[in-house]
């Protein structure tokens, strides 16, 4: 399942398309920013002016809205199986078929781009002012550097070493020690905006950027995947990445659609 700027379509096995219809709605509010299937194979997405969606095997959408004028940017599940949604600053859950505002998490700490699970019993919400870590009813911000550079943040990720990634507008980081540093390990750094990071069943690290896709064994080997050698634009979108149950990776960027076959 895609999401796009017009709303979604199908992928099917023989590489054929369809495209599911929204409500009618200007063009920029159909934009699908997020979505991920839930512990009973539901998908969730969420659109930008249309709100929270879920997609039925018969290709039907059930809506869900929080209301006009309310930009709907993030949903995902976490590890006690609540569902999270993200609308402007404000963070909200699901009870029922309800909204339910998470108001620890208070308006104005944060425009919310992304919300991640960080492995255990809490969630990280990623945005415009940093990567605010919420558990026990509490909502702290995970400092940063002095210079700000790392609080515009679009990617999390914690790997199979239990390394803790950030993809920011000013590069790749880490989690150490309870707080943001920039990533210069190896030799390896990333200065470019970097839109999603995701690791594959080979453990291999891929990280989404505005001049293409890095490969990365988390050691010293790194390729750079971009319009010269595959990859069908340069810029990626944010939380276009992922990896499928054949190992495939499947990335979005400006121009459309790659996968990427091991």
């Known amino acids: ?24 709605a200007n063009q920029s509010n159909k934009r699908v920013l997020e979505m991920m299937k839930d512990n009973e194979g539901n998908i969730w ?52 078929n309800k909204f339910v505002e998470y108001k ?11 919300i991640f699970s960080d492995g255990k019993n ?3 919400v990623a945005g415009f002012n940093g990567l605010w870590h919420i558990h026990d009813d509490k909502a702290k911000k995970t400092p940063s550097p002095p210079d700000k550079k790392a609080d515009n943040v679009y990617a999390y990720l914690k790997d199979k070493k239990g390394i803790e990634y950030i993809g920011t507008i000013h590069g790749l980081y880490t989690i150490e020690n309870k707080q943001i540093i920039k990533f210069k390990k190896k030799g390896i750094e990333i200065n470019n905006p970097v839109f999603f990071i995701i690791q594959d069943k080979a453990g291999m690290l891929w990280i989404g950027s505005d ?6 064994d988390g ?16 810029e990626t979108n944010r939380g276009a990445g992922m990896c499928d149950s054949k190992g ?15």
Request: aromatic share 14%; charged share 20%.
């Open 248 to 262: 495939r990776v499947w990335i979005g960027t400006d121009r459309g659609l790659s996968c990427f076959e091991p």
């Open 122 to 124: 809490g969630i990280y």
């Open 211 to 216: 001049k293409g896709v890095y490969k990365w």
């Open 1 to 24: 399942v895609l999401g796009h700027n017009r709303g979604l379509s199908i992928l099917n096995p023989d590489y054929t398309f369809k495209t599911l219809d929204f409500p009618a």
């Open 104 to 114: 620890v998490f208070k308006e104005g700490y944060n425009s919310i781009r992304r």
């Open 219 to 234: 050691e010293s080997k790194i390729e750079i995947y971009n319009t010269n050698n595959g990859l069908v634009g340069w």
């Open 45 to 96: 997405f969420v659109s930008i002016g249309l709100g929270l969606g879920r997609l039925l095997p018969d290709g039907s959408i059930t809506w869900y809205n929080l209301g006009k004028n309310t930009a709907t940017t993030a949903v995902m599940q976490d590890k006690n199986g609540r569902i999270w949604i993200g609308a402007d600053a404000k963070l909200f859950y699901l009870e029922g």
